[in-house]
């Protein structure tokens, strides 16, 4: 469907032909007036110089081609030469008709889809999650759904850091406190245990103890890198043990994800590309890009244009050992060679920005990937407290994921129980802490993707969860609202399929009108700027337009049935739009708050 916009300014592209100017000069834009216009049209102004014409002639001239036009009811040429423009009602709710008829509610599908791979989440086996991690799920999980609504072929991978040192550490002090544990003896030749010797809370433990350790003890490290080294160059009993570490840490990573509503189509990690390290390596010697410098392996990669300095890309370590930079290399060889991706986009802190410059140069310039491949680093901000410093447990602590959310969802009980009380209904606790868990996701989720993701944001307990203002509860606060109108409807034995939505009485439907019929445009620039903050911009215009008509409108005594109808219809369709809208940005509605 085309989008509001550019049918309006086809029609006033019409008009300035008509009246003898260039039609490009009849692009209508949105108002930066709203009190006095809905749309104007700056054309008159540019083609003054182009015709030796005073501004305002030539807009009064256009206007006079559009006195009877069927789109725009108003039409006022103002001085020094500005076109202030409204729509008409017809025109207006025929659009929103179609609209509720199309597909996607017409949002243009491209002709060419794309493949991508979107590399996100990134948690390191072993360490738990926590509120660094919750970005690149958050933010990555809605980039996914819109690039795939959005008609586009995409494949989520969580690149798991079950690779590095820190296998090695967790392997290293297992050793000391289990010496006589199966794995570590070299002559054994049978089968290994099917049960890890650890749980997932002694995992959690034994990394942060193995890490201070290390920092502390010379000899201690030194262990955790042969260690890492024995796993790497594939020691039966490491191997087998580091698999253990994967299997406990996944699982329990699965269950932290479907809390958040994340989920993603590969599990692959760090460890699964490790066999292809060394003909990667070779190939990139053979092509004369890698060369030796103070022992490592490096590939140049700076540019002529370059302002700043961006080092050479390491490959290998001057003990031949691969790093965070090769493992993520051969990731883009693997991806390429197995799923043709057009695109790959990959999701972290805005500190790994250069990191992420060299490891693309590199791949471009060592021909891993096509001229045409799309490389796009999202770098997000970091998450602060109150203080404006990265967000901490109250005792200073680095906050764990899990605890946030508890943490959310206490406050949305005891928002939702104050809620009750002052509407003066009894909370059944069940419902109530199913509704927290669903109201607190999106308190989150939404304080988190209504900034744009290059920026910090501060974490608000207070703000994120109130019901009122730019957050996710007051979102799905209207979605419930609405639900509850149109169920209401129902239960008086009446049908939401087949209603027209008829023309807007007031200036607040219109309004609302209006609103949704920015939707197409709203989310194929989400979707082309991945930027799923835009839908959290147009959806609380959107909750705000609805609530303002809702509060001047009675809409479920309206006796007119036309009228009620049309509002009925109205609503659903604004429902849709905030649902489909929300599942995007990766939460739901409960049926009631
Ligand atoms: N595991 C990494 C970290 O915690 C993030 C991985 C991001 N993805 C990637 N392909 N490098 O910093």
Known sequence: ??????????????????????????????????????FQCNGAMAGAKKYHKAPLMIAQEVAEKLTDS??????????????????????????????????????????????????????????????????????GESIKRICRYAGHEVIGDIHLGDWGLQMGLIITELQKRQPDLIYFDDSYEGEYPAEAPFTISELEEIYPTASAKSKADEAYKADAMDATYKLQSGV??????????????????????????????????????????????????????????????VVDVKEETDTKEVPPCMILKSDGASLYNTTDLATIMDRMENYHPDKLIYLTDKRQELYFEQVFRCARKTGLVNKDTELLHIGFGTMNGKDGKPFKTRDGGVMRLENLIREINE??????RENAETKGYEVDEEAASETARIVGLAAIKYGDLSNQASKDYIFDMDRFTSFEGDTGPYILYTIVRIK??????????KELTNLVIGEAVNDSEKNLMLELAKYNAMMEAACEEVAP???????????????????ETKILTEEDVKKKESWIALLTLTRDVLEVCIDLLGFSAPDRM
């Not at 406050?411 to 939702?416: A, C, G, N």
């Open 70 to 139: 069927d789109v725009f009811g108003e039409v006022s040429a103002v001085a020094p030469g500005f076109l202030n423009l409204k729509i008409t009602e017809a025109f207006i709710k025929s659009y929103l008709n179609e609209m509720a008829k199309a597909e996607k509610f017409g949002l243009t599908i491209p002709v060419n889809p794309k493949k991508i791979i979107i590399d996100y989440g990134g948690p390191n086996v072993a360490k738990p999650l926590h509120v660094g991690h919750l970005r690149s799920g958050v933010i």
């Open 484 to 493: 509850s109108i149109l169920n209401k409807y129902t239960e008086q034995g």
């Open 411 to 416: 406050e949305m009980i005891r928002k939702i």
């Open 236 to 297: 039966r009993g490491y191997r087998a043990l580091w698999q253990h570490i994967i299997d406990v840490s996944v699982a329990d990573l699965k269950k932290n994800y479907e809390n958040l509503n994340v989920t993603f189509d590969l599990w692959k990690g760090e460890s699964d590309v490790h066999d292809i390290i060394p003909g990667m390596v070779e190939e990139m010697k053979k092509g004369g890009y890698a060369y030796e410098s103070d022992g490592a392996l």
């Open 533 to 551: 903050h835009k839908i959290c911009a147009y959806i609380y215009d959107l909750a705000n337009a609805f609530n303002h008509f809702y509060h």
């Open 1 to 38: 469907m085309e989008k509001l916009l550019d049918l309006i300014s086809e029609e006033m592209k019409k008009a300035f032909e008509e009246a003898g100017y260039d039609r490009e000069l009849g692009r209508v834009t949105l108002s930066n007036r709203p009190d006095l216009c809905e």
